[in-house]
Every structure is written in C-alpha cells, then in structure tokens.
C-alpha cells in the first residue's frame, strides 16, 4: 500500500511541476486592459519600491518603451515586464519588475523589482 500511495504522490507531482515551467515570452498588446492594467500596478509599485531603496529619485516618472513581457504559470500568474521609463530631469532607467495575479485573477503582488539600467539626464 505505501508503495501504491508513493506511486500516485509521484504521479501527482509530475503533472503539478508539467503546470509551473519557466517564463514564455508573450506580446505586450495595449488593447489588453487585464495586462495593461498588470503592468500599470506593477510600475507604480515598482517605482514606489525603487524610491524607497534610494535608487530612483522621487519624481512623476512616465512608461517609455514597453521592451518585453514573460509569463509563467505559478499560484496565478506571474508577469516580467521590461520597460524604459523617464522623468522631466531627462533621467532614463530600464526597469524590469515581476508582478504575481493570483489564480482569482484580482489580487496583483509585485514579487520583484530592480532598475538593470540608468543615466542620469541632468550629469555633465
């Protein structure tokens, strides 16, 4: 019998790992409002969480380029947006933040968030 439960427990795992991969590329589609909106609470917070590590200055910051999305099957969905974005000070930063929406499709977490590239707009 504990063999049996070892086989099905194994089964079980096999089809739950076959659901969770790593992230595929997807097409950022701006007529997608669920991923407009993903993206959109994933950079305020992302900017948010910037600022208050020091790394980003406090500043109205504007979406630039939208450069790639990924997704992953988890619990929910996770998002990996790659985006330009920059300020009225000329500053430029890419910022590449991970947002979780949870399998009820409403609750949006940032998981992760890190500027990979700046330059500083008002430097001479």
Do not use: R
Request: charged share 15%; aromatic share 8%; net charge negative.
């Amino acid at each position: 019998k504990l063999h049996t439960l070892l086989v099905a427990l194994a089964g079980c795992f096999i089809v739950k790992s076959q659901d969770a991969g790593g992230y595929q590329p997807i097409e950022y589609d701006p007529n997608n409002q669920q991923l407009v909106d993903t993206m959109n609470f994933g950079l305020q917070a992302a900017i948010s969480y910037q600022f208050a590590h020091g790394i980003l200055d406090i500043s109205d910051w504007d979406l630039g380029n939208v450069n790639s999305v990924q997704s992953q099957v988890v619990n929910g969905i996770n998002y990996d947006f790659n985006v330009d974005i920059s300020d009225a000070e000329e500053d430029i930063a890419t910022l590449d933040f991970v947002v979780n929406v949870a399998p009820d499709n409403k609750t949006k977490t940032l998981v992760s968030s890190q500027v990979t590239n700046f330059i500083d707009g008002g430097a001479e």
